[in-house]
T-cell receptor, first 115, second 109 residues
């Protein structure tokens, strides 16, 4: 599978614990995005990387959230001191650098449940 | 700030009947609009983009700037069209997509 890969697929954690998710984009894609999707809603933008640079962050991304893309390849999203409101599907997407917006390629997501 | 509205959460259509999924947007500048689809147990995937003016799986969507709409249409529904459909917008040159809340389309055999 040469698509966008996300791990783990599911994560159940106790409130207050830290969690980390990983995203491996399509190798030639230099742009990488994190979105969050809660029940009954569309995906909401969290943050965006161009190569290793984090260029935009949503106000949804509180100080408990941090994302990295250290070598411009895979990315990690960490949530510290998880809260029940963090329960959601976390989606990663990537696209290449061509000028027109050809749309994202999404991963299958990581479903986080905070109990 | 931009917003995308999909007024129908659920839509049921008989096989062979026409389908129209509504999408309205608010954005003062030039938007790029997309339809994404998620079939059961599959990942979200791009269906079509307004700038390409293409027809994918029999679906078309026309950007109507006067009515700020980008409705998705198909003349004859097929059972395999049952899925969740999301309309999305990004300002030209921007990286961030704003999604609507989605419409779950069910095709009745």
């Amino acid at each position: 599978d040469t698509g966008v890969s996300q791990n783990p697929r599911h994560k159940i954690t106790k409130r207050g614990q830290n969690v980390t998710f990983r995203c491996d984009p399509i190798s030639e894609h230099n742009r990488l995005y994190w979105y969050r999707q809660t029940l009954g809603q569309g995906p909401e933008f969290l943050t965006y990387f161009q190569n290793e640079a984090q260029l935009e962050k949503s106000r949804l991304l509180s100080d408990r959230f941090s994302a990295e893309r250290p070598k411009g390849s895979f990315s990690t999203l960490e949530i510290q001191r998880t809260e029940q409101g963090d329960s959601a599907m976390y989606l990663c997407a990537s696209r290449d650098k061509t000028g027109a917006h050809y749309g994202y390629t999404f991963g299958s997501g990581t479903r986080l449940t905070v109990v | 700030a931009q917003r995308v509205t999909q007024p129908e959460k659920l839509l049921s259509v008989f096989k062979g009947a026409p389908v129209e999924l509504k999408c309205n947007y608010s954005y003062s500048g030039s938007p790029e609009l997309f339809w994404y689809v998620q079939y059961s147990r599959q990942r979200l995937q791009l269906l079509l983009r307004h700038i390409s003016r293409e027809s994918i799986k029999g679906f078309t969507a026309d950007l109507n700037k006067g009515e700020t709409s980008f409705h998705l249409k198909k003349p004859f529904a097929q059972e395999e069209d049952s899925a969740m459909y999301y309309c999305a917008l990004t300002p030209v040159g921007n990286e961030k997509l704003t999604f609507g809340t989605g419409t779950r389309l069910t095709i009745i055999p």
